[in-house]
């Protein structure tokens, strides 16, 4: 994580935004809103760039061929490996809604050797492991894989834990830490909402 305390890339202000603002957060934020959640309010410093990695976000948050737990036991080993506080404090929000406890969200952290995790959970943590330091997967763990993803879930595992460490990597290095004491904007979207900020 930045060494900074304070944001490298201030957010947006609250108030009237700008039209390109709303279309690059088209479907992440309602019509009349007048604030950002977090960490939106970065990201919508640069609208292009926000609306065309949103766009391949929603595929892997909402259309993906993955499990919504497989997906966030994917997301939270990848913020654990890229020590991501913010992605990390949304995503545990998230898991809890897709049935995983929370033994097994703080066991996420030990990896996929820590006792306790089945044959496939454990390979899902030993692919993200694995991609995110070899930058590909062993013959071992593709074959894994295999006995429990089609060819689509294991190009949308791979894709998941590119574009969160992506994720990561540019909310560590803007400065986005969490605020412990606020909501946090997933909590919305748990309670039905919108979708997570």
């Not at 690059?24 to 990695?53: C, E, I, N, S, Y």
């Not at 071992?140 to 590119?162: I, K, P, Y």
């Amino acid at each position: 994580m930045s060494d900074a305390t304070e944001p490298r890339v201030l957010p947006i202000p609250p108030g009237d935004l700008p039209e390109e603002v709303r279309t690059a957060l088209k479907g992440w934020l309602r019509p009349d809103a007048t604030v950002v959640p977090p960490p939106l309010d970065t990201m919508a410093r640069h609208p292009d760039l926000t609306r065309a990695f949103l766009g391949f976000n929603r595929h892997l948050l909402f259309n993906s061929t993955l499990p919504a737990r497989t997906r966030e036991l994917l997301v939270l080993r990848t913020a654990a490996i890229c020590d991501s506080e913010f992605e990390r404090a949304q995503h545990e929000v998230i898991a809890k809604r897709e049935g995983l406890d929370d033994t097994e969200i703080s066991r996420v952290a030990d990896g996929p050797d820590a006792a306790g995790w089945s044959d496939h959970d454990a390979a899902l943590l030993r692919a993200t492991d694995e991609l995110l330091s070899t930058w590909t997967l062993s013959d071992a763990t593709w074959a894994q894989l295999t006995t429990s993803l089609d060819e689509h879930q294991r190009m949308d595992l791979v894709f998941t834990v590119g574009a969160y460490a992506v994720l990561a990597m540019g909310l560590n290095a803007f400065g986005v830490h969490p605020d412990l004491d606020a909501p946090r904007p997933a909590e919305r979207w748990v309670r039905g909402e919108g979708p997570p900020g």
